[in-house]
């Protein structure tokens, strides 16, 4: 490119990474959907089991120990909100995985 103009080599290099980056996410589009719909089913899991575990702890507590207040929606709650931050922060940490490949990309 000895004959090129400085503008044009890095207009012509802009291209060709916008191209391969472009290539490169159309040929991953179906892991990108198989890979949405296991985060999917990976975060209502990370959910679902810590409220289970709470509510079955609690109808546990609840018949060997009774009291005036109910384990079983206290320990439900709890354990709702230990999921719904164990997803959280799994969101978080592959948003953020993501965000890093493509700026590594982008370089």
Known sequence: ??????SDSAFVREVG??????LQAQGKITQTVWSGLGMMGLVGWSVAVPTL????SGIWLDKHY??????????????LFIGCLNAWHWVAKEDRSMRRDLEVKDE
């Open 17 to 22: 990474r916008r191209e391969a980056r472009k």
């Open 53 to 56: 575990l709470g509510a079955a």
């Open 66 to 79: 009774p009291g005036i207040h109910s384990w079983t929606l206290t320990l439900l709650i709890v354990g």
């Open 1 to 6: 490119m000895a004959d090129v103009p400085e």
